[in-house]
């Protein structure tokens, strides 16, 4: 049976509903404080009513997962100095983020990283070699986007936004319940995309999570130069987009504030804001000297409130973790970051002229000749290459 986009159209509740007027009384502002269940030593405080305490086999998975995605991203910027790698763009310190962000969602949902993501990737499954393809320059995304359920990382800042609304609809259009959840930095709320792509899913109740890492900086631009506003949370109000900003470095807020989020989302009631506060570790890149822009106090102050520390203090109070687990997820992560290096080290063979595929569905004029240049060039080197 062959179904046409009318025959989906007609088959969706979704797709028949009638725009209805914005209610003035939804409540969009974000709470005047971000959400925060855990203090810094991970002892517990009250949850608010919105925001209940997620399971606790969650949360021991969730630990697990940022213990395996710290040390893969400790392993991917040693590979940076080991010349394996051009260039890696670490999370350490958004780990919260980057893992609450992936349970919050079904496999079945859509992921629209940046640059920043490897973390989110591996936590979603993804082989780490693959997501590490686009950083080593072999090509310009190493997984299956549809396969995954997630688009390419995403250099340009902010594009990923109107992808992500773009791709919500047409779920939505064709009756299924997806959600896709953008991440954006704190920078990157300043481009035009971001405000075009949440503008769009408002309108057209796209069900997407727009969830913004605000890490403090971007590059070396703080936050003070980037926004006047009391939260990044606040951009979504005056698109009529429910808002709120959590403790981003508190992965039991995180987890709690973006199931709600998505939820939302799937509920057919349009996109949420999910501002996130947190820092970023390292520097934007190993190709960045942060000592240039941020002074070390600040580096340290933003230690003591360490999101793995502070969820593996709290399950062990609560007994869900011991000595034992937390030595077993220790060994986990040593054996994926070992497994990790030895592929990466693996000199790949990439086709030169594949850079050529993809670019366009029908090539221009230039690429074209751009293609037969380097074609020609392959054969003389290999020429040459022959009569020595
Ligand atoms: C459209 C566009 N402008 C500028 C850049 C250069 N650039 C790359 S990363 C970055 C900073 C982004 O900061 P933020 O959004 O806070 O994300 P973070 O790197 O902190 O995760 C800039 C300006 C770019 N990639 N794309
Ligand atoms: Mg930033």
Redesign the pocket.
């Known amino acids: 049976m062959t179904t046409t986009p009318e025959a989906v159209r007609r088959a969706s509740p979704r797709s028949r509903r009638k725009a209805t007027p914005p209610d003035p009384a939804t409540p969009l502002l974000p709470a005047t404080e971000p959400v925060r269940l855990l203090d810094p030593t991970g002892t517990p405080l009250r949850a608010p009513a919105d925001y209940p305490e997620p399971p606790v086999e969650a949360l021991v998975e969730m630990h697990r997962r940022m213990v395996v995605g710290r040390r893969f991203d400790v392993q991917a910027t040693a590979l940076t100095k080991q010349g394996r790698l051009a260039v890696y ?1 670490s999370s350490r310190g958004q780990e919260a983020c980057q893992v609450g962000a992936v349970l919050a969602l079904r496999d079945t949902d859509w992921v629209f990283p ?1 640059y ?1 993501e490897s973390m989110a990737l591996v936590s979603r499954g993804i082989d780490p070699v693959e997501v590490l393809t686009l950083l080593r320059g072999d090509w310009h995304c190493g997984y299956d986007p549809a396969e995954r359920h997630t688009a390419p990382q995403c ?4 594009t990923q936004c109107v992808h992500a609304a773009g791709l919500a609809y047409g779920e939505a259009y064709q009756g299924r319940d997806t959600v896709a959840l953008a991440f ?5 709320t300043s ?1 035009g995309d971001f405000h075009e792509g949440v503008n769009f899913a408002a309108v057209f109740k796209a069900p997407v999570v727009y969830f913004v ?1 605000n ?1 403090r ?3 070396s631009v703080p936050l003070s130069r980037q926004t006047a506003a009391p939260s990044l949370a606040y951009k979504g109000v005056g698109y009529g987009v429910p808002s709120e900003q959590v403790d981003g470095n508190d992965p039991v807020a995180v987890l709690a504030v973006l199931t709600r989020a998505v939820a939302h989302a799937r509920s057919g009631k349009g996109p949420f804001l999910v501002e996130a506060h947190t820092y ?1 570790m390292e520097a ?1 890149t190993n190709a960045d000297d942060a000592s240039r822009y941020r002074d070390g106090a600040e580096v340290e102050a933003w230690r003591d409130r360490d999101p793995v520390a502070r969820l593996e203090a709290y399950l062990r109070a609560r007994g869900a973790l011991d000595d034992a687990a937390v030595a077993a997820v220790a060994e986990e992560a040593e054996a994926y970051a070992a497994d990790l290096r030895v592929r990466m080290n693996a000199q790949p063979t990439v086709d030169p002229m594949s850079l050529f595929e993809h670019v366009y569905a029908e090539p221009t004029p230039q690429l074209v000749e751009q293609r037969e240049q380097v074609r020609a060039e392959l054969a003389a080197a290999q020429d040459e290459e022959g009569e020595r």
């Open positions: 763009p940046t920043r250099t340009p800042l902010a954006i930095g704190d920078g990157a481009e890492q890490n900086y971007a590059i970023r934007h």
